[in-house]
């Protein structure tokens, strides 16, 4: 089977969940004998692939993914949306978008089943592939949070924010709770808006800390989801965020927003947050909950290998069609 995967023009020039998602499942389908390339625009492999699976539907898709349909090679997409306001979309384009596809594969069955009833798509058109978390997140027993506290000299216990910074991510709302409990928040991300992280932390003042952006893969990281006290992430919306599955990967406490899928995700044992009340994000801060239960939930449920798994099943359903 040979799958060719592609994304809008500028995914990577400022990646974030969507995008780890495309190349955790490009590694994860290579391990299970997949072939996957990377659709090159100077020297496309139309005649070589089996299928396309496009990830987004960001303005602008629907050049490629028009393309592959039109040649009648079977078309995948991965929406990545949670259209809960969908005037703030482009109704028209993501509808056409979707009814391209052959195949549309939600992060979650509540996903499949709001996308169906926005946009009017049969619901037998989807076929759910959740997120995971890597392996390296599950079984790491080594690293300590020593590593992450002497190298940004962090001598205070805070909450931990692990997420673009942008509008979407509500660390404005985050900070002002942050300010008025005074709890320390720390920010770790690539920045999307630089006047969007200096309003942030301008409501925070001293009790939020931007320490820049880490690698993904990167013993920092790890080091700083087990120096915290609660991994928080208050979105706006989320489907469901990989850095709250890998927090809980670690062991952390987790506190996310009721908004989009995470419900599916992390069942009872996370605290959900109102996005858009201030007073519910600071009761987080103030309470963080931990689960015993919450890792081994998520570490078996929810992992790339298992991932892979459901693309396949997805890729030989529309195969045999």
Request: glycine letters at 6%; aromatic letters at 12%.
């Amino acid at each position: 089977m040979n799958v060719l995967m592609n994304s809008y023009p500028v995914a990577f020039a400022c990646p974030g969940g969507g995008e780890v998602q495309l190349l955790r499942t490009k590694e994860f389908l290579e391990k299970q004998k997949v072939h996957v390339e990377l659709f090159d625009q100077w020297n496309p492999q139309f005649e070589s692939s089996d299928l396309a699976h496009y990830f987004s539907v960001q303005g602008g898709s629907m050049n490629f993914c028009g393309y592959v349909s039109g040649m009648g090679m079977p078309l995948v997409i991965s929406p990545i949306l949670w259209p809960h306001q969908p005037e703030k979309y482009p109704f028209r384009e993501i509808q056409n978008l979707l009814n391209t596809a052959d195949l549309i594969f939600p992060n979650s069955q509540m996903e499949a089943d709001l996308l169906a009833r926005v946009y009017d798509i049969p619901l037998d058109k989807f076929h759910v592939t959740y997120n995971g978390v890597d392996d390296s997140f599950i079984t790491d027993n080594s690293t300590t949070e020593a590593l992450f506290r002497d190298k940004f000299h962090i001598d205070f216990e805070f909450s931990l924010c692990v997420a673009n910074i942008e509008n979407r991510k509500n660390q404005i709302l985050l900070a002002q709770a942050a300010k008025s409990t005074q709890k320390n928040v720390i920010l770790i991300g690539q920045v999307r808006d630089e006047e969007y992280l200096r309003k942030v932390k301008d409501a925070g003042g001293d009790y939020i800390h931007y320490v820049g952006a880490l690698d993904h893969f990167s013993l920092e990281l790890k080091s700083a989801f087990r120096a915290c006290d609660q991994f928080i992430l208050p979105s706006l919306l989320e489907t469901p965020g990989l850095a709250a599955l890998e927090a809980a990967a670690m062991g952390c406490a987790v506190a996310v927003t009721v908004e989009g899928s995470t419900k599916e995700y992390f069942g009872e044992y996370v605290t959900y947050i109102d996005p858009l009340d201030v007073r519910s994000i600071e009761q987080a801060l103030e309470n963080p909950k931990f689960s015993s239960d919450l890792k081994l939930h998520v570490s078996e449920n929810f992992n790339w290998s298992r991932t892979a798994e459901q693309c396949i099943d997805g890729y030989s359903r529309l195969l045999k069609k």
